[in-house]
């Protein structure tokens, strides 16, 4: 691996609360260094994760027996593939209300097959100095594969008290995923918003994160699928050109109440970072249309450890369509607000649809065939975005079945003055978990585990 340019050019497009403890307002803002120093020890803090990563994987349950000699050989060999490039200092500004945040377009027309996904671009937001990193889509598979044999992507076993009565493709959810009567309005799919406020101290609604710009409103929603890891949207990270976001990570977040305890990025201390597709720098023209709309944030603190985490795989268009998926997320609210808000959504409030989600609407297919993009039905509004599609899926070194991510909330196709309930059968946008981006969340879920 080597570091390209320590003074390269600009790139051009929360504290932790105790269990139970009452949201606090504010909190201190991001002081930037950019200077030559502080740019040299993220670069080296990079290079050391990095290694100690490959390190884990290749000593992983499945390469223990390799001898000292090889697995240094492959080490290097892997290591001299990553590029990592400085691009210049960035910006870290608080999260905007999700109202104001990016407009996403209708449906885009599809762009012929790119090249695999292996280019991201991530920013230290304590220090505000953006890095890019690349590797050759074989390293990207390779580093997946060992990732997924040493156990990375597996939801957190001891918060899974489901058991083993669920058989392999057995796609029903457990009885605590059933709920009550649906709310009736002409707000969304089918113009009935079946969405119903969750208590969030079960698992999974405890691994789905709140974004708050202030500790008080609600901008974005993320899901834990790690111990210090967070699934969310692009657009709820990274504004464009040199900007990026700043804002509380509160897990399981029920109004004032944080019962998982939190985190504040680029203020609370520790190993952080954000992770986005290359392609969306410096202009995120794929946002809404759910291309290239996905981030992996890295926490500087355990909050996984007691608000547990999710599965993620890459599952099949024949296992999205035929699955029990759920969609979660924490709604902005608003008063007054046209079709597309919930008529009674609290602040802060955890909430999802009654409904399984219909998906299908596969587009924006990669080289390998696999769609980056799906529809779905399950009742969304802003706020959602970043928040998983998850089903239950069967976990055969668990036993078990587990929550597992499939996809992640990006935006809608655009509504007219009235929603067209008739013909809108999945008006939602997702980034759908694909091969290539499961092996790179994988990868970064091998950082600092």
């Not at 290079?47 to 223990?64: N, S, Y």
């Not at 944080?258 to 680029?266: E, L, Q």
């Not at 450890?305 to 099949?316: E, F, I, Q, Y």
């Not at 009674?344 to 399984?356: E, F, H, K």
């Amino acid at each position: 691996m080597k570091i390209r340019s320590i003074l390269g050019v600009a790139i051009v497009s929360l504290i932790l609360f105790p269990a139970s403890a009452i949201a606090q307002i504010g909190g201190p803002h991001v002081e930037c260094d950019n200077s030559r120093e502080a740019v040299e020890r993220d670069a080296a803090s990079l290079r050391e994760t990095i290694q100690e990563a490959l390190i884990t994987l290749l000593t992983g349950p499945e390469e223990v027996a390799g001898s000292n000699w090889e697995i240094r050989r492959r080490l290097k060999k892997l290591m001299s593939t990553i590029e990592i490039e400085y691009v210049g200092p960035g910006t870290v500004e608080p999260i905007p209300p999700a109202d104001e945040l990016p407009n996403r377009p209708a449906h885009p027309v599809d762009p012929p097959p790119r090249q695999f996904v292996t280019d991201w671009v991530g920013i230290n937001p304590s220090s505000c100095n953006q890095f890019r990193m690349a590797m050759p889509a074989e390293t990207s598979r390779i580093i997946g594969s060992l990732a997924e044999r040493s156990g990375f992507g597996e939801a957190s076993s001891v918060f899974d008290q489901i058991g083993s009565a669920f058989t392999p493709w057995d796609y029903l959810p457990p009885e605590n995923e059933q709920f009550g009567n649906p709310q009736t309005g002409p707000y969304f799919s089918h113009c009935i918003d079946t969405r119903v406020r969750h208590a969030t101290l079960d698992f999974p609604k405890s691994a789905v994160t709140n974004f708050s710009a202030d500790a008080s409103s609600s901008s974005c929603s993320g899901t834990l699928i790690g111990p210090r890891h967070v699934v969310t949207a692009a657009h709820c990270v990274y504004g464009g050109g040199d900007n990026w976001y700043q804002f509380w990570v509160i897990p399981g977040r029920d109004g004032p109440i944080w019962p998982f305890g939190s985190t504040h990025m680029g203020v609370s201390p520790g190993f952080q970072w954000y992770w986005v597709p290359a392609e969306n720098v410096p202009t995120p023209s794929g946002y809404g249309g759910g291309l290239f709309d996905i981030a992996l944030l890295i926490l500087p603190e355990r909050l996984g450890d007691s608000a547990g985490w999710m599965a993620v795989n890459a599952a099949s268009e024949n296992t999205l369509t035929a699955s029990f998926h759920k969609n979660l997320g924490y709604p902005a609210v608003f008063s007054g607000q046209p079709i597309g808000y919930h008529p009674s959504a609290q602040v802060g409030g955890l909430y999802g649809d009654l409904n399984q989600c219909n998906m299908g609407a596969f587009r924006n297919y990669d080289p390998n065939g696999w769609a980056r993009t799906v529809g779905h039905s399950c009742d969304n509004s802003s706020g959602h975005s970043g928040g998983p599609l998850y089903y239950w899926a069967f976990d055969p070194n668990l036993q078990t079945s587990t929550a597992t991510v499939s996809a992640v909330i990006s935006g809608h196709a655009g509504f007219p003055n009235e929603f067209d309930c008739a013909n809108n059968p999945r008006p939602y946008d997702a980034t759908r978990i694909t091969q290539e981006y499961l092996n790179q969340l994988l990868w970064f879920i091998s950082w600092k585990p």
